[in-house]
């Protein structure tokens, strides 16, 4: 059984940093990619930032150049280090990695249970 655990949320002034962890236990086989996602009071959820397994990464317009991501494979952890927060930024983030839990199981997506940002201005 694969479990994702978040950690790293609170609350910040504008301007502030946050870093968010999540750490990944249980069978793993691999993963094609790590990803945050958030979401907002009232707003679907939406992807905040990936890493595949090639360390390749990507960002969602809103998050460029302030948030960045990466992961720690021999400690099965990916980050989240968001600078520069701002009160849109403000939702629960969810970390999801999306692969397989054994050699020729399926893909899946798995979810943490969440964490809190919350950002004042």
């Known amino acids: 059984q694969v479990q994702l655990v978040e950690s790293g949320g609170g609350l910040v002034q504008a301007g502030g940093s946050l870093r968010l962890s999540c750490v990944v236990s249980?069978?793993?086989?691999?993963?094609?990619?790590m990803n945050w996602y958030r979401q907002a009071p009232g707003k679907q959820r939406e992807l905040v930032a990936l890493?595949?397994?090639?360390?390749?990464?990507n960002y969602a317009d809103s998050v460029k150049g302030r948030f960045t991501i990466s992961r720690d494979n021999a400690k099965n952890t990916v980050f989240l280090q968001m600078n520069s927060l701002k009160p849109e930024d403000t939702a629960v983030y969810y970390c999801n990695a999306y692969g397989r839990a054994s050699a020729g199981g399926p893909l899946t997506n798995y979810w943490g249970q969440g964490t809190q940002v919350t950002v004042s201005s």
């Open positions: 890493i595949n397994n090639l360390g390749s990464t």
């Open positions: 249980g069978s793993i086989f691999s993963f094609n990619a």
